[in-house]
Antibody, heavy 123, light 113 residues
Framework: QMQLVESGGGVVQPGRSLRLSCAAS????????IHWVRQAPGKGLEWLAV????????YYADSVKGRFSLSRDTSKNTVDLHMNSLRAEDTAIYYC?????????????????WGQGTTVMVS | DIVMAQSPDSLAVSLGERATINCKSS????????????LAWFQHKPGQPPKLLIY???TRESGVPDRFSGSGSGTDFTLTISSLQAEDVAVYYC?????????FGQGTKLEIK
């Protein structure tokens, strides 16, 4: 069964940093682009960023550009979301999701497999 | 950025009746070179991750019941649940993946009347 699992969430003070990781089972993570999406309390879904399968192309929402960055850790077989200069408004559940088109240099954007989410509270 | 606007914000439908949710994009999400609409629908229940229901505007994801259907093209799209079941209570989102940033609609909360 294809699964994604996020880790690294927690409580962090404003201005500090946090790294979230996304690991896969049941499919090859390095064959797919990976998106990050969040949901703040009482709010809707917000797309944040995507990294291509080869780690080449990366795209970010304006709300996190310059503060968040994506990387692939081939040794751990994860996709990591590095979050810096955290603000109260970054408090949310963070999901990673698989781009449904494999081995494409520019991720298509459809998201078919999602993790359960990890909670980040900035306070 | 492409803005996605859903209507209504909330909807109450009787069991067995039809539910219809609309989504309008601020610009076309149809790519002419492949004639595909870069539009997806998700179902989101509390405590669970979002679930992909429909992609390419009208293609049902594997395992999704056939009472769910998507239609539309260009800028106007519809998600229809033909016969509402109790387990369909959720928030539904449309999402465009025509370009980045991928954007979601604000969500439509579906309840039982």
């Amino acid at each position: 069964q294809m699964q994604l699992v996020e880790s690294g969430g927690g409580v962090v003070q404003p201005g500090r940093s946090l790294r979230l990781s996304c690991a896969a089972s049941g499919f090859t993570l390095s064959h797919h682009g990976i998106h990050w999406v969040r949901q703040a309390p009482g709010k809707g879904l917000e797309w944040l960023a995507v990294i291509a399968y080869d780690g080449g192309k990366k795209y970010y929402a304006d709300s996190v550009k310059g503060r968040f960055s994506l990387s692939r850790d081939t040794s751990k077989n994860t996709v990591d979301l590095h979050m810096n200069s955290l603000r109260a408004e970054d408090t949310a559940i963070y999901y990673c999701a698989r781009d449904f088109t494999p081995l494409i240099l520019t991720p298509v954007g459809g998201m078919d497999v999602w993790g359960q989410g990890t909670t980040v509270m900035v306070s | 950025d492409i803005v996605m606007a859903q209507s209504p914000d909330s909807l109450a439908v009787s069991l067995g009746e039809r539910a219809t949710i609309n989504c309008k994009s601020s610009q076309s999400v149809l790519y002419n070179y492949n004639n595909k609409n870069y539009l997806a629908w998700f179902q989101h229940k509390p405590g669970q991750p979002p679930k992909l229901l429909i992609y390419w505007a009208s293609t049902r994801e594997s395992g999704v019941p056939d009472r769910f259907s998507g239609s539309g093209s260009g800028t106007d799209f519809t998600l229809t649940i033909s016969s509402l079941q109790a387990e369909d209570v959720a928030v539904y989102y449309c999402q465009q993946y025509y370009n980045t940033p991928n954007t979601f609609g604000q969500g439509t909360k579906l309840e039982i009347k």
